[in-house]
Every structure is written in C-alpha cells, then in structure tokens.
C-alpha cells in the first residue's frame, strides 16, 4: 500500500471548516483514499472514502486531486466534538489489512 | 450500521496471568478480524489478522505464543494475552470488515481495551 504524509497538528475554530490534507504521491491506479478518526481512548471511527471522484457524506468531504497525488477531507462546520486524530489510509480495497500512520492530531478550539 | 462490540473495556490483571478480549460483530459476519495495539501518544500498530476457522496471521515481532488469537466463528473473535506483563499494558482494538453486500465500505472498529498490567 502506498504511503502517506500529512501534518503531525493543526488548529481549526469551532464552526470554521476544517481542510486536512494527505500526500500519496505514489498511490497506484486501484488503490483507494480512506480517511478514519480516534478520539482519545476510543476505537477508531470511519469517516469516508474514494477512489478518483470528489465524495460527500453527512460527516465530511473528500476532494481528490487529479492526479491523485494529495488529497483533502474537509470537515466543513467543525464542533469541539471533532477534536481527534485523523488518519489517511491508502490500500487496495481488498480483504487486506489496514495499517496506520501517525496522522493529524486536530484540535477545535472555541 | 455495523457495530462491533468489544469487552471489556478495562482490565486490570496481575502479572503472570492470563487475560482474554473479545470481539464480537453485532449485526453483520466477518470473516476477518484485525486485532490492533496502542501504546500511548502512539498510532496503532497491527498484531495479527484472525480469520474464521483458520489460524492467525501475525505481524512481524509479535509473538504467537504469547497472543493467542481465536476466531471460532463469523461474529466472534478472542484474543487472550498470556502470562501478562507490565510492558503488556496497551490499549487493545479489534476491527472487522462486514462479508454482505450492503454494509459499509470501511472497516468498522472496536470501543478498545484498555489493560493493566501490575
């Protein structure tokens, strides 16, 4: 699976959007973007996912570039409640396994 | 959605005993569980993938013996740590991916465990 680069931190205001963003400039044509959260001491949580189309769900929304080198979640109205780890995973949407790297420690602040 | 259910939450054990965590699927089978460990301030890190009815798979530097995983059916799989020891303490996740057509494209995760060791 390929690998990702995003920042280890960022600050965002409460009700302001928030823009993560994730390189993987050598992702390969039939591997998919997935992004999922962890709040502190919990399981992780999975937001949303795509392939080469922007995508859109109640959580978030995900802007692929077109050479799908980097991509963007966008947390379009973030509460106090999205502070978390966010990670953006790479793989071919197979039976295989997930691995993590170390992700955005995001905090919302009032 | 589907839910995975994990248990216990926490547990505190002495050491040179044995603790088992289970996770189950709630409303949906997998065939594939993915059991997870995190050290604080760290990410997680894959220990092994369970599949139903087969043996474990381990990741590198994780030791078989010591994490005995067992996934005897469709919507539960175990794993019980053996002869604990202080550095055993970690937050403990397990994670499934649903078999029907229909269910979410993600892989969905447990609540976590956190253990003890003294």
């Known amino acids: 699976d390929a690998k990702t680069t995003q920042p280890p931190s960022m600050d965002c205001a409460e009700g302001r959007a928030a823009n993560l963003p994730c390189n993987h400039s050598t992702i390969s044509g039939n591997e998919y973007v997935y992004w999922y959260r962890q709040i502190h001491s919990q399981g992780p949580q999975y937001i949303i996912h795509g392939l080469k189309n922007n995508e859109t769900n109640e959580m978030a929304s995900l802007i692929i570039t077109e050479d799908r080198k980097s991509s963007t979640l966008i947390l379009p109205h973030a509460t106090l409640r999205d502070t978390a780890v966010y990670y953006c995973i790479v793989r071919v949407d197979s039976w295989g396994k997930l691995q993590f790297g170390a992700g955005t420690q995001v905090v919302v602040t009032p | 959605g589907a839910v995975v259910s994990q248990h216990p939450s926490r547990v505190i054990c002495k050491s040179g005993t044995s603790v088992k965590i289970e996770c189950r699927s709630l409303d949906f089978q997998a065939t594939t569980m993915f059991w997870y460990r995190q050290f604080p301030k760290q990410s997680l890190m894959l220990m092994a993938t369970s599949n139903e009815g087969s043996k474990a798979t381990y990741e590198q530097g994780v030791e078989k013996d010591k994490f005995l995983i067992n996934h005897a059916s469709l919507t539960l799989s175990t794993l019980t740590v053996t002869s604990a020891h202080p550095e055993d303490s970690s937050f403990y996740i397990c994670?499934?991916?649903?078999?029907?057509?229909?269910?979410?494209?993600?892989?969905?995760f447990g609540s976590g465990t956190r253990l003890t060791v003294v």
């Open positions: 994670s499934a991916r649903a078999t029907q057509i229909g269910t979410p494209a993600g892989y969905t």
